[in-house]
Nanobody, 113 residues
């Protein structure tokens, strides 16, 4: 069993930065690929980024060069550094294992002036 808890969301102006964290319980965090997803208001949930057990990463095109996914297996924690934020990044952000067996409860990110 893995429990995931996101934190770090909030209100930020366009061009600003936020760092999201996803803390995992249990001792099997390091066994999973992990991912970030988001659900913009009125839209379906979409994939944002993935990090493998070994640290290889992949991103959706719209966040490449602005977002960085990382993980610290010793702390059972995954991160999403988000820079140069845009209003269209506004969404509830979720972390999950991959396969998507386990999900966090989500954290709200609002980009607005």
């Amino acid at each position: 069993q893995v429990q995931l808890v996101e934190s770090g969301g909030g209100l930020v102006q366009p061009g600003g930065s936020l760092r999201l964290s996803c803390a995992a319980s249990g001792n099997i965090f390091r066994d999973y690929f992990m991912g970030w997803h988001r659900q913009p208001p009125g839209k379906q949930r979409e994939w944002v980024a993935t990090i493998t057990r070994g640290g290889s990463t992949s991103y959706r095109d719209s966040v490449k060069g602005r977002f960085t996914i990382s993980r610290d297996n010793a702390k059972n924690t995954m991160y999403l550094q988000m820079n140069s934020l845009k209003p269209e990044d506004t969404a509830v952000y979720y972390c999950s294992t991959i396969p998507s067996t386990y999900w966090g409860q989500g954290t709200q990110v609002t980009v607005s002036s």
